[in-house]
């Protein structure tokens, strides 16, 4: 079955400085890569998802960029804020499919 | 606009109680799922429910029932409470399959001592 891997299970920035987290998958046939946002004691939330015909998706400070050979993707954010500081997760399922796997998290914490 | 409505919130079990939670979403949704949250364990899913009438196991179902009551509502039961079993709860719901975002509850914190 397919297995998501995330890295680091920490990270730490300055505030304006640019954040990467990566995610490896295993099952070539997964399709739709999504990335959700977690703040403290909220719920889950979409911030940007990527389809597997497009090599990078950008939505203002974020992007994702997909490298299918080496079934890895990556968030970027970019100026980064006080307010981007959460738990994010990155996920891989594919088409038809109802077992979304989410990698273990990535806890950001910005610093102002 | 409600979205995905969770209850309860919180709970504390005694090991081997029996509770049932309970997910309704008004987003008019043909898929459900329940996923518990551990730490450094990001979400794994317990059971999902394609569409009305239908559920299957997750990559967690042991130790857990559900019924899709309706198109709105999903639950989970959990038939003898066990210590393992303390976790965030949390039902989402999608259009269709998980091709496309998926909208969480609140989520419940479970408690079995």
């Known amino acids: 079955g397919e297995n998501v891997e995330q890295h680091p299970s920490t990270l730490s920035v300055q505030e304006g400085d640019s954040a990467v987290i990566k995610c490896t998958y295993s099952d070539s046939a997964s399709n739709y890569f999504p990335w959700y946002k977690q703040e403290l004691g909220k719920r889950p939330q979409l911030i940007i998802d990527?389809?597997?015909?497009?090599g990078e998706k950008k939505d203002q400070r974020i992007a994702v960029t997909l490298n299918k050979t080496a079934k890895h993707f990556s968030l970027h954010i970019t100026e980064t804020q006080p307010e981007d500081s959460a738990v994010y997760f990155c996920a891989a399922s594919l088409t038809g499919g109802f077992k979304t796997i989410f990698g273990a998290g990535t806890r950001l914490f910005v610093k102002a | 606009n409600a979205g995905v409505t969770q209850t309860p919130k919180f709970q504390v079990l005694k090991t081997g109680q029996s509770m049932t939670l309970q997910c309704a979403q008004d987003?008019?949704?043909?898929?459900m799922y329940w996923y518990r949250q551990d730490p450094g364990m990001g979400l794994r899913l317990i059971y999902y429910s394609a569409s009305e009438g239908t559920t299957d196991k997750g990559e967690v179902p042991n130790g857990y029932n559900v019924s899709r009551l309706n198109k709105r509502e999903f639950s989970l039961r959990l038939e003898s409470a066990a210590p393992s079993q303390t976790s965030v709860y949390f039902c989402?719901?999608?259009?269709?399959?998980?091709?496309?975002?998926?909208?969480f509850g609140q989520g419940t914190r479970l408690t079995v001592v």
């Open positions: 990527i389809r597997s015909n497009v």
């Open positions: 989402a719901s999608s259009p269709r399959d998980l091709n496309t975002e998926a909208f």
């Open positions: 987003m008019n949704h043909n898929s």
